[in-house]
């Protein structure tokens, strides 16, 4: 019965959060190591892109909603998604047009496309602030949750309830659905092939034909794509704050270059790694302790860290592979 207890308050405030939050870090990671490994920088406005994603979704929503538009007991937000992800990308295609094109013609040094995407970070941001404005705003409508606590109690007989919201699950689901996409396309398609192909080795594949050009529109349609779906599903598991996407940068990055920069299996690993340690180190387990341990009485939380130190463990996780492993877990370009 305590063993019994002890999982379900582990599922219920470690594994299923962090399992929804890695599902996240990792789209967001796939984002940056994909712009990383064919574009050749580490793309900071890409949290923004985040935000001004998920803020054209929350129009498109409330838009919806006041049509009496719904998609039932999923969120709205659905619908609104692909309607969000195009106008990102215009907006991305636009910037690499203005922006980006420009040094990359010049063969500029990585550092320079580094500060450049700094600079379209904070017009970004101040972009999505002007769209949607500064305020905190929940999307989420539909069916709350899968399993609730009371149910659980009933069906188990357990003093300690199980409750798993339908965002949780749904980020989860989707996260899958559009990574498992996304190696078939880079493995399967013959555009994937020529990203792949530019990725390795840019003279080799310029000299077989490839279009550099289209290879970088793939690139960025692409990486707008998750930003959106990442940040949306964020928002949708969470609550919606433009600064909240400039904050979730850090633990994306971590992501990333903890798998390996440039390689998309390493973003995925490296963003429920990042996740889960967040949650561990962040969660106090003298609830679970306690009914391990019976007659245990530790005299604090048994809390290694407060909440709001959390991005401090992403931190110390860059560090640490900076620092030990620069090509990561799973051998990326080195940093």
């Known amino acids: 019965m305590d063993i019994a207890n002890a999982l ?11 399992a929804a939050y890695g599902a996240q870090l990792a789209l967001g990671a796939l984002g940056v190591t994909l712009v990383y490994g064919i574009l050749r920088f580490s793309n900071f406005a890409h949290g923004d892109t985040m935000a001004f994603g998920t803020g054209t979704v929350i129009l498109l929503t409330w838009g919806l909603q006041a049509m009496g538009i719904s998609a039932g007991p999923l969120p709205t937000a659905l619908i609104a998604l692909p309607f969000g992800i195009a106008l990102t990308a215009l907006l991305v295609l636009g910037t690499d047009r203005a922006v980006y094109r ?20 904070f017009v970004m941001n101040g972009l999505t602030r002007v769209l949607i404005g500064v305020d905190e705003y929940r999307f989420d409508d539909g069916a ?12 188990t007989g357990l003093p300690e309830g199980l409750a798993l919201r339908s ?34 080795n ?9 279009d550099p050009e289209r290879v970088v529109r793939l690139t960025w349609i692409i990486a707008a794509g998750l930003a959106t779906i990442a940040g949306t599903l964020y928002g949708l598991d969470k609550s919606f704050k433009a600064f909240n996407y ?3 940068l850090l633990p994306i990055f971590a ?3 903890v798998g ?14 990042v996740a889960f340690s967040e949650v561990a180190v962040t969660y106090p387990w003298v609830r679970v302790v306690g009914y391990l341990v019976p007659g245990y009485e530790p005299s604090g939380l048994m809390q290694l860290l407060g909440t709001e130190y959390k991005f401090a463990v992403s931190f110390v996780i860059l560090i640490v592979v900076l620092l030990f492993r620069p090509t990561g877990l799973f051998r990326g370009k080195s940093v």
């Open 8 to 18: 379900v308050v582990f599922l219920n405030f470690v594994f299923i959060p962090a």
């Open 144 to 155: 709350r949750f899968i399993m609730d606590v009371r149910t659980f109690r009933e069906m």
């Open 202 to 210: 840019e003279d080799l594949a310029l000299l077989s034909g490839i």
């Open 167 to 200: 965002t949780q699950a749904l980020t989860v689901g989707v996260a899958l659905i559009v990574m498992v996409a996304l190696f078939w396309f880079l493995n399967r398609t013959k555009s994937g092939k020529a990203m792949r192909a530019y990725s390795d």
């Open 260 to 273: 390996g920069l440039g390689n998309p299996l390493g973003a995925i690993a490296g963003g429920f790694l």
């Open 102 to 121: 420009f040094y990359r013609k010049q063969k500029a040094a990585p550092i320079i496309l580094v500060m450049a995407s700094v600079g379209v970070m």
């Open 246 to 248: 400039f904050q979730i």
């Open 255 to 257: 992501a990333a270059i």
